[in-house]
């Protein structure tokens, strides 16, 4: 069965060898902008073609077996990718992905659009976050060909990605049960990355490199600016949290110089913030929570966030916050457990 493995492997490893990108002899114009070849098809200027990842019909390499959309330009430009359901409970993210595939017509483009919205795409159906080997995929860049199934999958989405893209949106939104207000997750101390953070439109922009082993940060150690969108809560479909997504895939695009002609919605300018924590639930304190605070909310020292009810005794635990700043990010009311994180403060 392991010779089954390893055929597997060989054959996509093989059809990553073929030229990521640029030209053949046919269809290339003087520019030198020609047809991509990506994962063993070809699409040619002013085309467009979705289709599946894996090549192989294993039992493994069915966990790859997602869709790829490939929107190549009729001019030559970058290549953005964008990337969903990486936590394959997080939704929003994949009506992003389409629905700013859709709207971008290859006639009309500079460069490319890659999206893989649907990585973890048994969790996409089963509504859960992690592999089915019961891993994070978001831990687990860039991966290794030793490593569990979810590191052979990080290894090649990672290693595909880095030779495509000159850029990556990777779409998220909070997770278990807790929602977050729309923001753009950057390291601030790149500058490129920064731009596409603000120019992409969301109120709030936090600063930070991301977990070690996550896409967005590993992309950004191979040289990719990348950026990550949150938005909403998991399992659901948000129509707003969705639209000003798509909005934001399309005004980093238009940053990019790869919808000519086409202006940016005016956002106001996004709040800027470095560092955030979140409020847990005290030792002991578990019970029935309600937040009294909503997303976007100002909050200082000593005021109230939250109550918890204890549901067998006569008492209820008020929670106040010891930092002032920005509610982005809150868990929805729910039985909660000590340590349960639970309302997140961004500060400047
Ligand atoms: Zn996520």
Redesign the pocket.
Known sequence: MIGIRKIWLLVVLVLFALPASGAGPDGTSADGWGPIELLGRTIAPGGKLKFSYAQSPSFEAAYLNTVVFVSRGAKPGPTLCLTAL??GD?RNGFEVARTAFDMADPKQLAGTLIALPAVNVNGFRSGT?YMPDRRDL?REFPGSLDGSNSGIIAYLLHRTATKVCDALIDL??G?FDRANLPQIRVDLGHPRALEMARAFGAPVVLGGEGPRGSFRREMMESGVPSIIY?AGLPLRFEPEEIERGVDGVLNVMNLLGMRAGRESKPTPAAKVYSRSQWLRVPMGEGGVFYPVRKLGDRVEPGDQVARIDEPFLDERFTMTTPIAGTVIGMAVPQVVFSGYALIHIAQP
Do not use: K, L
């Open positions: 990486i936590h997080e976050r978001n998220h939104t997770s949150e």
